[in-house]
């Protein structure tokens, strides 16, 4: 390896010097990314804010400055053979990282424009069904548990009812209102 190294020249050994340690950068990123624990691109998954509004504020970012090395320095790398004049060769790294900043900033920013707000309105289980959960005793003796899909997301609610008998796990139910504290009034279907 270090024969490798010394036989590189000075523009080589810088670009090698950039890609590696970015390209190492760049796959951690991903990885957190992929499995929840990234910045999501540095732009605001708030649903409330206005993403275009924020669109510019979001490009000098950790995750851009990595972005940008790595084109660059992957482009001088890749034609540092074809292109003789390192002159040109430094411009057209820079182009490529630009265009690569550009690229993901899209993909981020149309990303954020698909993000939905979490919040879930209780008030649109009324008239919906349910499955119970754990069992809801008779005539508001208590409170049992129903599982139901609301807004593209399943929860699982407090559940009263004024049925005369008790409704057991797997029953069908039907929301018939919501009372102030978030506990669903359900009857059989």
């Known amino acids: 390896m270090n024969v490798w190294w010394e036989s590189l020249d000075m523009f080589l050994k810088i670009m090698w010097g950039i890609a590696i340690p970015v390209s190492v950068i760049f796959i951690i990123q991903s990885i957190m990314t992929f499995v929840g624990m990234g910045d999501h691109g540095d732009v605001s998954g708030d649903a409330d804010v206005d993403a275009d509004a924020q669109m510019p504020l979001h490009f000098f970012t950790f995750r851009n400055l990595v972005n940008f090395f790595l084109g660059f320095s992957w482009t001088g790398i890749s034609f540092y053979a074809t292109v003789e004049n390192r002159a040109w ?49 008779a005539a508001r003796g208590g409170s049992g548990k129903v599982q139901m899909s609301i807004q593209q997301a399943v929860r699982e609610y407090d559940a009263i009812t004024d049925a005369e008998h008790i409704l057991p796990t797997g029953r069908m139910v039907r929301v018939t209102a919501v009372v102030d504290s978030g506990t669903l009034i359900v009857e059989p279907v």
């Open 89 to 137: 060769l430094t411009l057209l790294g820079v182009g490529v990282g630009l265009v690569l900043v550009a690229i993901v900033m899209l993909l981020l920013y149309g990303l954020s424009r698909a993000v939905q707000s979490g919040n879930i309105d209780i008030r649109n289980a009324v008239g919906r069904t349910a499955t119970v959960y754990f069992p809801i005793p």
